[in-house]
Structures are given as structure tokens and as C-alpha cells.
């Protein structure tokens, strides 16, 4: 190994690592490139509903969760799949194959849980969430055909490689699935 490399992975005592000053982009290592972007282009992550594409909030925590634990409630639409506790928080999960009346066939549905704590909400996805980046050339002028609630809480519609994506408000749109039940 030669020194340079071997002083480059050198272990850091905790007393070290506690004092450093990290200023490294989120996972990049030291010597690594950032990638390039063209202006005007961002990286966000994204999941599927069936043919919708939706960004996630990139001001949000989410994450993917595989349990099947929920806690279905008398009395409520089929799409509210129902409560689900993530860490101890009762979170809503909902069903948007189910409320867009979307055929999910042999797929095993995932769990998301964007957010955290009391403003947290669940909703099934098709698959693993995916790094996406898109530019103001993959913006759309018009709104394709969709769910007039999707479009209601667009704020843009792109179209990156034949699927359409949706940047949407998820709190107004949660919001108004509250008020639909």
C-alpha cells in the first residue's frame, strides 16, 4: 500500500473525529469529484404509484419501510389503509393505487414514511425509491391526463425518459385526504 493511501484511510481516534470539521458533501469521500449538474438541474429522490412519478419533499425526511402491521379503522374509506406505528409514532397510511384505481397486479408494495413524528405519513409505492434528476428541459408545459388531486397539488409536471413526474405538495395533499374521510 502506498503512504499516501495508507495515510488517507488512517482510523481517526474518537477524540479526533468529535473535534474535525466535516465539510464534505452528503457521501462523498475524501478525494471524490461532486458530480456535475448543468444549471437549472436538481437531484431529488422519487417513488411510483403505478404509471405517477412523485418526488419526494427534499426538505423532508423519508424513508422505506418493510412491515405489514397496520391497524385498519371501522368505518373509513378503502384507500385509508389505516394506522401504522413507526418508532412509536401512530402514523396514517394510505392506500393511492387503491384511491386512483390503480392495478398494482403481483407487485410487493413498499411502505414510505415521509416525514417524522406527528406530521409523518405512510403511503404504499411500487418499488424502492430512485434518484432522479431533472432540469427545466424536462419540464412540461401542460399537465398530462391524471387525477385531478394530483394535478390539484402539482406545483410541476416533468418528463425524464417516458415517465412523467410529479412535484407535488404533499402536505396540502394529505390535508385534503384528512378532510375526504
Not at 157 to 177: A, C, H, P, R, S
Request: glycine share 6%; charged share 20%.
Amino acid at each position: 500500500m502506498s503512504t499516501a493511501l495508507a495515510e488517507s484511510t488512517r482510523l481517526m481516534l474518537p477524540s479526533e473525529a468529535l473535534k474535525r470539521k466535516f465539510d464534505l458533501p452528503h457521501g462523498l469521500l475524501p478525494g471524490q469529484a461532486e458530480p456535475q449538474q448543468d444549471a437549472g438541474q436538481f437531484t431529488t429522490h422519487a417513488v411510483r404509484i403505478g404509471n405517477i412519478g412523485l418526488l419526494l419533499p427534499s426538505d423532508e425526511i423519508s424513508e422505506l419501510i418493510e412491515h405489514d402491521t397496520v391497524c385498519r379503522l371501522p368505518n373509513t374509506s378503502t384507500w385509508f389503509s389505516g394506522i401504522t406505528s413507526v418508532r412509536g409514532n401512530m402514523v396514517p397510511l394510505f392506500d393511492l393505487h387503491e384511491l386512483f384505481d390503480i392495478d398494482y397486479g403481483q407487485l410487493k408494495r413498499r411502505m414510505i414514511v415521509v416525514g417524522e413524528n406527528e406530521t409523518a405519513v405512510a403511503f404504499w409505492v411500487d418499488d424502492f425509491p430512485q434518484i432522479v434528476t431533472l432540469g427545466s428541459d424536462d419540464s412540461m408545459a401542460s399537465t398530462p391526463p391524471i387525477p385531478s388531486l394530483i394535478k390539484d397539488h402539482s406545483r410541476q409536471v416533468y418528463l425524464k425518459e417516458g415517465q412523467i413526474w410529479f412535484d407535488w405538495n404533499i402536505e396540502t395533499f394529505v390535508t385534503t385526504l384528512g378532510e375526504m374521510l
